[in-house]
Nanobody
Framework: VQLQASGGGLVQAGGSLKLSCAAF????????MGWFRQTAGKEREFVAA????????RYADSVKGRFTMSRDSAKNTLYLQMVSLKPEDTAIYYC????????????????????WGQGTLVTVSS
């Protein structure tokens, strides 16, 4: 599977962006999928994930209530709707996936995912 993330850009604090992650090669409807972000000198940070069995989502505390992850199976695409953006949300955002289900306790770990997109840069100005 190849993932292609897009939708990043420059936005003022308080603004919104919607990231997309298109999958190519096969359907990802039964894969566990996640969004992570990374800034220079720091480890990749969990943002959100979706369970392939029941569609439930999980979010990092830092984005809960502001970010919404969704998937469109017909388009084989993931989305991350981000509102009320803050300067500390500035990062490169990556989508990732793994065939099958990841147990809940491991959904936030980058090592749980086996394939990654190239990342899209989000910059939030103050």
């Amino acid at each position: 599977v190849q993932l292609q993330a897009s939708g990043g850009g420059l936005v003022q604090a308080g603004g919104s962006l919607k990231l997309s992650c298109a999958a190519f090669g096969r359907t990802i409807s039964r894969d566990s999928m996640g969004w992570f972000r990374q800034t220079a000198g720091k480890e990749r940070e969990f943002v959100a994930a979706i369970d392939p069995w029941n569609g439930s989502t999980r979010y990092a505390d830092s984005v809960k209530g502001r970010f919404t992850m969704s998937r469109d199976s017909a388009k084989n695409t993931l989305y991350l709707q981000m509102v009320s953006l803050k300067p500390e949300d500035t990062a490169i955002y990556y989508c990732a996936g793994r065939n099958g289900r990841i147990i809940t306790s491991a959904m936030s770990r980058a090592e749980s995912y086996s394939y990654w997109g190239q990342g899209t840069l989000v910059t939030v100005s103050s």
